[in-house]
């Protein structure tokens, strides 16, 4: 299957201070990438479309400035979440699509906030 | 109502054993319908994938979708320990502002017993 990759793959921040996430497609192009975020026992929860070229599509009730995403490349989308503060502990994994239907994940980013 | 329901389970099966998992939905535009293997604490991995109404067969598994009944179902022949997983079920439409975005089950967390 396709390869997505996530880096960091956990990182732990002091409240206030911005993290960065990458999220790479390894061996196709994506124009569309996904972002997620999951809470334990919980199913995943889309924050935003990543448009390579293009401003970021945010989903009702996630905040664009807190989250900024941007798609540089066709093989690149970073997450910043800005001013982390712990309500943002989460689990955050992006996706490719490498088929107009068909997505592929990566293995997540666990961010913990102090 | 949620768009996609999905029993969280948890279910416990001998080893061996058919499991079925299922989901149904009520957004009559869904088009492509997967199901994802997640193991705790990584991103979901894409194990079988559908368009329309059918059957779909890959080794152990099984994919059912009946679009007349809005129910789609997941089978998984001679389970084994390493299945003990939470299994996803997604879906989404045929394009538009649906384009690629994915609507996810709750997930059902399985564990299969030697």
């Known amino acids: 299957g396709a390869v997505v990759s996530q880096h960091p793959s956990w990182v732990i921040c002091k409240s206030g201070t911005s993290v960065k996430i990458e999220c790479r497609s390894l061996d196709f192009q994506a124009t569309t990438m996904f972002w997620y975020r999951q809470f334990p026992k919980q199913s995943l929860m889309l924050m935003a479309t990543s448009n390579e070229g293009s401003k970021a599509t945010y989903e009702q009730g996630v905040e664009k400035d807190k989250f900024l995403i941007n798609h540089a490349s066709l093989t690149l989308s970073t997450l910043t979440v800005t001013s982390a503060h712990p309500e943002d502990s989460s689990f955050y994994i992006c996706?490719?699509?490498?088929?107009?239907?068909?997505?592929?994940f990566g293995p997540g980013t666990r961010l913990l906030v102090l | 109502q949620k768009e996609v329901e999905q029993d969280p389970g948890p279910l416990s099966v001998p080893e061996g054993a058919i499991v079925s998992l299922n989901c149904t939905y009520s957004?009559?535009?869904?088009?492509?319908f997967m199901w994802y293997r997640q193991y705790s604490r990584k991103g979901p991995e894409l194990l079988m994938y559908t368009y329309s109404s059918g059957n779909k067969e890959d080794g152990r598994f099984t994919a059912q979708v009946d679009k007349s009944s809005k129910y789609i179902s997941l089978f998984i022949r001679d389970s084994q320990p390493s299945d003990s997983a939470t299994y996803l079920c997604?879906?989404?439409?045929?394009?538009?502002?649906?384009?690629?975005?994915?609507?996810f089950g709750q997930g059902t967390i399985l564990t299969v017993h030697p």
């Open positions: 957004n009559s535009a869904f088009q492509y």
């Open positions: 997604a879906m989404s439409g045929a394009g538009g502002t649906s384009y690629g975005k994915l609507t």
């Open positions: 996706s490719a699509n490498r088929r107009k239907e068909t997505q592929y």
